[in-house]
């Protein structure tokens, strides 16, 4: 019985060290083929071989029916795919290698899970420990990744370990870190931090969105909540700015300039979050409260627009067209005199932006740096049409009158509300009539 003579044997004498190829101390041949033809013949030691893998001791012992001689040596022969052929020469040279020199042989994430693979075909529970410990501790990049979870899931319950970075986390984790991050999106840290600040928003729109996943946060009244608290205090420090900016009768300085960008760009930011938890309105009431003071303030034909400014005037058309368009839809409920305002303070606004903001997109100049969703301008004059529309018929032909004698009559283009208006006012005589003779009243067209 080869088992028991190599046990007795280190009884009775004591080992001379082995090296892996060694064939003058060489007493079996590890055969290794591949359907490719491959035959490469590794020499090996059968205590060595034994003693690291389960399954070379069965292959050694009385469990297999036949022993092959090969080269007067005891030979095992191994199938395997040639893209795993290294990784079984790299197995049987680490069963050679010092327990404490094992951290630095796996020569990377691929290396290793090969070598994993076929450490659990060949049952060595030692390499697989080796394995695993490395593969768990690592960095893995996007690719390696893939791989791992495609490989990690059909080698049993040993190898769980590796994926415990990818596990689900626990809902109360989500939460704490989504307060953290919907804090410091909608502070106002020093400027060092504002990348991070930026990374922040980004993140918790992609917790928010649905896409081939599930949101990883529901949009419950918690969730409501707190968002809403944040929100309050970032709209309480825009309110504050835009105070003192607005009694300031000398020119902006260029710090609050950048401040108010910021904050801007945060309400714009806030518009994507909000509109995906679906409360809206207190940022339109927050908006429609400081319009009259950010258009005076922001105002595209203030003399000699620049980079901040243009970038400023960009933010405001972003932030307005999503308010704007929470009241137009009717997601956000307003009484009629405040839509009246609303298409009263920012329809000359965006008359004179857009042209502004083309003008500095179009200049070549790299300064502005502008990035302009393409949708924005058509999204904006539907908007308005829509907007129009919801007011009361003379509201309507005020308006109507004086975008037709504007030098900026072709955006936003308010042709469709026109065309209805014309509709309705021709029309409007007998359908209250019929009104009239339905209800036994009377009515004034």
Not at 132 to 160: D, F, H, R
């Amino acid at each position: 019985m080869i088992l028991a003579h190599f046990a007795a044997k280190e009884v009775t004498e004591p080992m001379t060290p082995c090296y892996f190829g060694d064939r003058s101390s060489s007493d079996t041949v590890v055969r290794l083929r591949t359907s490719d033809g491959r035959d490469d013949w590794l020499y090996c030691h059968s205590h060595i071989l034994i003693e690291k893998s389960t399954y070379f001791a069965d292959r050694l012992s009385e469990k297999w029916p036949t022993c092959q001689i090969l080269d007067s040596r005891n030979c095992v022969e191994v199938y395997c795919q040639e893209s795993d052929f290294d990784s079984h020469v790299n197995i049987l040279r680490l069963f050679y290698a010092k327990e404490n020199s094992r951290d630095d042989i796996w020569h990377g994430v691929r290396n290793a899970l090969g070598i994993l693979r076929v450490a659990v075909e060949l049952e060595c529970s030692q390499i697989v420990t080796a394995c695993v410990n490395y593969l768990e501790a690592v960095p893995w990049e996007e690719t390696e990744e893939e791989e791992i979870l495609k490989a990690i899931p059909g080698m049993g319950s040993q190898v769980l370990p590796i994926l415990s970075r990818l596990e689900p986390v626990n809902p109360l984790a989500i939460m704490r870190i989504f307060r953290a991050a919907i804090q410091l999106a909608t502070s106002s840290p020093p400027q060092d931090m504002n990348d991070l600040k930026t990374s922040a928003q980004e993140q918790l729109e992609y917790m928010l969105t649905e896409d081939d996943d599930e949101p990883l946060l529901k949009a419950d009244d918690e969730i409501r909540s707190e968002v809403k608290q944040c929100m309050s205090r970032l709209f309480a420090r825009f309110n504050s700015l835009l105070e003192s900016l607005f009694c300031e009768s000398s020119e902006l300085a260029s710090e609050a300039l950048h401040i108010l960008q910021s904050y801007l760009s945060d309400l714009s930011w806030a518009c994507q979050i909000l509109t995906k938890l679906e409360i809206m309105r207190d940022l339109v009431i927050c908006w429609m409260d400081a319009s009259d003071k950010v258009v005076k303030i922001v105002h595209p034909s203030n003399p000699e627009p620049n980079g901040e400014t243009i970038k400023m005037t960009l933010k405001t058309v972003e932030v307005t067209s999503k308010v704007l368009e929470s009241i137009a839809y009717g997601n956000v409920i307003l009484p009629a005199s405040k839509r009246l305002h609303a298409v009263k303070v920012w329809l000359p606004f965006v008359r004179v932006a857009k042209p502004a903001i083309d003008s500095a997109t179009s200049s070549g100049d790299d300064t502005f740096e502008l990035k302009v969703d393409g949708e924005l301008w058509q999204s904006l004059e539907p908007t308005f049409v829509s907007l129009v529309l919801t007011l009361p018929s003379g509201d309507q032909a005020e308006i109507l009158t004086e975008w037709l004698g504007n030098n900026y009559i072709r955006y936003p283009d308010l042709t469709e509300a026109f065309d209805v208006w014309c509709y309705r006012s021709k029309v409007a005589k007998r359908r209250l009539t019929i009104l009239d003779g339905n209800h036994g009243g009377s009515s004034t067209p």
